[in-house]
């Protein structure tokens, strides 16, 4: 059973950077494909970056061009590299993962069994 344990979330100003990172209790084929989801206040939990076994990664157009996902195996930790943060990037930030996610849909949650408890991250 993987455990997945977010961490970095912080309150920065509009403009600001932070890089969140996720620690597996160990990189196995249930940690194939990462990927970072986010739930703001009032709002549903949507898909904001993924990276596939095959070390292709997929980001949601709001954060495409300021965020970067990256894996360390070596660690067993994903990363989000967030820049040029924005109030609307206020969220509870979760790490997902699972074994096989299909690339269509990368963005359903129903896609991974294993999921982190968030960290938070507040724009302002």
């Known amino acids: 059973h993987v455990q997945l344990v977010e961490s970095g979330g912080a309150s920065v100003q509009a403009g600001g950077s932070l890089r969140l990172a996720c620690k597996a209790s160990?990189?196995?084929?249930?940690?194939?494909?990462m990927a970072w989801f986010r739930q703001g206040p009032g709002k549903e939990r949507e898909g904001v970056a993924i990276i596939f076994g095959d070390g292709s990664t997929r980001y949601a157009d709001s954060v495409k061009g300021r965020f970067t996902i990256t894996k360390d195996p070596a660690e067993n930790t994903l990363y989000l590299q967030m820049n040029s943060l924005k109030p609307e990037d206020t969220a509870m930030y979760t790490c997902a993962a699972d074994e096989l996610v299909r690339p269509p849909i990368w963005t359903a949650p129903t896609e991974y069994r294993y999921w982190g408890h968030g960290t938070q991250v507040t724009v302002s």
């Open positions: 160990l990189f196995t084929y249930a940690t194939k494909c």
